[in-house]
């Protein structure tokens, strides 16, 4: 009864919040012609051109003015009003995109083998990266497109939930344009950030034209760090941005375009934003070194933590006209570094505790780096009509060749005179396997994988009402993959290994226009995910070691298979008298999902294929003007998304929570958001605009076996500062429900200036977005949070 109090509490507050931010700004005005529709956005969803309504399948697009208006700097604040799309906030550049809840769970940074299930394009290139989906700057886009359900026959692999592309301004042949942008804000009160951006487009004679862009931001702290001896250092994770794009437009002909761009940018955080509950060095439970109990955005650290991403990307798009056809061709470049350094002193020193190092040993500073490096070149070329009659068409194929070296390091000076003392002389040298002394866990794991796809889709337009399209996919993917490690809490591997696959995956669309602003469409498509081979278990860690509970229940699993999709959906678009609403109704049947498991005390992530689960739900999105300046929106989604299938032990005992009749980890089952505007002439060349959203994001889990057994209780088992380690920290996993709220006033004026104040997370939500555990609990107990109240003022000039 009191979670179901609590329930239809969440619901009224978000309802009272939403009506008062259309209560305060629907203010009564002139009504709005009755003519007027709904305004037209262009996207290339289907790699052609056309509208939102127009095409035949659930897609949202937010246009630059959207963006804007919602103070948007991420893609996480993007999907609060996209329905269907969750983002999890693993950290700065390490965001987990879903959509229609189909999740796998939360995949950390060691898993470099697992693939996305959410496809990311700028344009017509590909950037997916699992887990480090790239934390692009949304400054001179267009747009960004998600397309919901699987995109398998146009975007391949990696497309199985769905699509998102963020479209940029392309250079404008004939035109001198450009926009600056400066920003300042206060986070938390006490940090300051802002940027300063820039875009100019100029011809270049008279069939030339180039559109430069660059940008710096810096991101203001809010998570304070506890340091040995009481200290307290503040805004830890605080952190820049900067980077630009340069793009050049040549058309030799009326027919002939080509376009060469490169793009670069380096994200770099001095932190992460992760509060914690409990660390082995500070807890409730020590007597001999000071007992804390951690306040909201705390951690404790003996070592800073960094975090960089600088990626590279070389493109060039050319397209020839044929007659009735026309010729695409996309190239693509991309060279990406990753560093994750994290403080894993709470790690080494809970396997040292275990090993019977004294406290000496135990305190030693210890530093975990995942570095990853990706090369990778793609071309895609096509071709299809661009004629105007009933049959349409598009004709392609794929090339892909990626290559991705992953190491960790585990640098701990110190560390090798307690091993040897421990386990005697010379243990420490004998475990290495060639890898630095005094790295207590190192590994290389390098990735070649080359993909080969054809492509096509056709439609056929049958009389004025009914629309069919039949489209498929083929594609042969191979990875050869090595794993070396050394040190001693590593088994001293060397292995080698190949997976490959091939296969199809078709799609069928019927779309029929009941009125002219009444399209009703319906879909069936397969999504696929390629499959990958498991790491080892870091036995040395296990408890039991390779006869303990964790060794025998996450062993033995070398490899994943193929994950596929079947999405079937109905879905209505509809438009006219300053409205537009379009909605969905899908059901997605998954076979071997690919379910990440973390294995125990190992401190490993293991792979699990479900043979069957399943998502299904309804998706809404309505925008209307109303009243002339006044524009209204609400989008939402309910979902139902379960395993249909359990994954157990030879005993019969499930694993890691994947039990039939479980929710898949990591979405909402319910996600709403509204917001309104209301502009209104304050002088002949002046506009001033006030606007506010509000978005509720439902409770979610991280991983299948957060929902079972709660409240849970964490007990280390770790003797150490005079703590027995047999006392238990109890905390409920399902991530709770949260709400944010966004407050904005502005000025538009006819000569391109434009003058904005905002609050973001007006009530200081500190929302709970993903549960962070060190070695199965016993190191380390936090979550991912968001950035508190944010105070700002941005002003942009366009020209």
Not at 39 to 51: C, E, G, H
Not at 252 to 263: D, E, L
Not at 433 to 449: K, Q, T, V
Request: some cysteine; hydrophobic content about 35%.
């Amino acid at each position: 009864m009191s979670n179901a109090i609590h329930s239809c509490a969440k619901l009224l507050r978000f309802t009272l919040l939403a009506g008062c931010a259309t209560a305060v700004i629907a203010t009564p005005v002139q009504a709005q012609d009755s003519n007027t529709e709904g305004k037209t956005i262009i996207v290339t969803a289907t790699k052609r051109n056309s509208t939102v309504q127009d095409v035949p399948f659930s897609i949202n697009a937010q246009t630059a003015e959207d963006i804007q208006k919602s103070g948007a700097v991420t893609l996480e604040d993007l999907s609060r009003n996209v329905a269907g799309l969750a983002v999890q906030n693993l950290g700065p550049g390490q965001s987990q995109v879903s959509i229609r809840g189909v999740s796998a769970g939360q995949i950390v940074r060691d898993q470099p083998g697992v693939k996305e299930q959410v496809g990311v394009y700028v344009d017509e290139s590909v950037i997916s990266l699992s887990l480090f989906t790239p934390d692009l700057d949304l400054f001179d886009l267009n747009r960004v497109e998600t397309l919901r359900g699987p995109q398998g026959t146009l975007f391949g692999s990696g497309s199985v939930g769905g699509t998102i592309r963020y479209i940029t301004n392309q250079p404008k042949i004939g035109r001198t344009e450009g926009m600056v942008e400066a920003n300042l804000n206060l986070v938390d009160g006490d940090d300051v950030g802002g940027h300063i951006k820039g875009a100019i487009n100029v011809p270049l004679g008279t069939n030339t034209a180039a559109r430069a862009v660059g940008y710096y931001t810096r991101y203001g702290g809010f998570i304070d760090a506890l340091r040995e001896g009481g200290s307290v250092d503040k805004n830890v994770n605080s952190g820049e941005r900067y980077g630009g794009r340069l793009a050049v437009t040549f058309e030799p002909s009326s027919t002939v375009s080509i376009t060469p761009r490169v793009i670069y940018q380096k994200v770099t955080t001095n932190g992460f934003n992760r509060q914690e509950v409990f660390n082995l060095y500070a807890n409730p439970y020590t007597t001999t070194r000071p007992a804390v109990t951690f306040k909201e955005r705390e951690q404790f650290l003996l070592l800073d933590e960094a975090f960089e991403d600088e990626t590279f990307i070389a493109d060039a798009v050319v397209k020839v006209g044929i007659g009735s056809v026309d010729l695409t061709s996309v190239s693509s470049y991309t060279n990406r570094d990753i560093l994750v350094s994290r403080d894993a002193s709470a790690l080494t020193g809970s396997v040292s505790v275990d090993l019977g190092f004294p406290n000496a040993g135990v305190l030693l500073p210890s530093n975990l780096r995942d570095t990853t490096k990706v090369k990778s070149f793609t071309q895609e070329l096509r071709l299809s009509s661009n004629g105007d009659g009933p049959f349409q068409w598009v004709f392609g194929g794929f090339y892909s060749d990626t290559s991705r070296d992953y190491a960790q390091r585990l640098p701990t000076p110190g560390y090798d005179a307690f091993t040897d003392a421990a386990f005697g002389a010379g243990t420490s040298v004998a475990v290495a396997n060639g890898f630095p002394l005094n790295s207590p866990y190192n590994a290389d794991i390098n990735y070649d994988i080359k993909q080969k796809a054809v492509f096509g889709e056709a439609s056929y337009q049958f009389g004025d009402k009914l629309t069919a399209t039949v489209g498929g996919r083929y594609y042969d993917f191979t990875e050869d993959r090595q794993f070396v490690s050394g040190g001693l809490f590593a088994n001293g591997d060397n292995q080698t290994g190949t997976t490959s696959s091939d296969g199809f995956t078709p799609r069928f669309l019927l779309s029929y226009e009941a009125t002219n602003t009444i399209t009703i469409n319906a879909q069936a498509a397969k999504g696929f995910r390629l499959g990958g081979i498991n790491d080892p278990l870091n036995i040395p860690l296990c408890s039991g070691g390779a006869t303990g509970i964790d060794a025998l229940t996450y062993g033995n699993r070398p490899t994943y298979e193929d994950e596929s999709l079947w999405n079937y959906e109905l879905g209505i678009k509809t438009q006219g008298r300053g409205f537009t609403f379009n909605a969905a109704a899908f059901y997605s049947d998954i076979s071997n999902l690919q379910v990440t498991a973390d294995a125990g005390s190992c401190s490993s992530r293991v792979v699990f294929n479900v043979p069957k689960a399943h998502s299904q739900g309804v998706e809404f999105e309505l925008t209307a003007t109303p009243a002339t300046g006044l524009d209204l929106g609400v989008s939402g989604s309910v979902l139902s998304a379960q395993f249909d299938s359990s994954v157990t032990t030879t005993a019969g005992v499930v694993i890691a929570g994947i039990r039939d009749g479980n929710r898949l980890p990591t979405v909402p089952k319910f996600q709403i958001s509204a917001n309104a505007s209301y502009s209104y002439p304050v002088s002949d060349g002046a506009e001033a605009y006030f606007a506010a959203s509000v978005q509720h994001i439902g409770n979610r889990i991280s991983q299948p076996s957060d929902q079972e057994g709660n409240p849970r209780s964490f007990v280390s088992g770790l003797p150490f500062g005079g703590a027995p380690g047999t006392n238990a920290t109890v905390l409920n996993l399902v991530l709770p429900s949260y709400e944010v709220v966004n407050l904005s006033v502005g000025v538009d004026f006819d000569n391109g200036l434009s003058l904005t104040a905002y609050i973001n997370n007006v009530f200081d939500e500190n929302a709970l977005l993903s549960f962070d555990r060190e070695r199965g609990g016993r190191a380390r107990l936090g979550f991912a949070t968001n950035p508190p109240r944010t105070f700002g003022m941005t002003a942009r000039k366009s020209f």
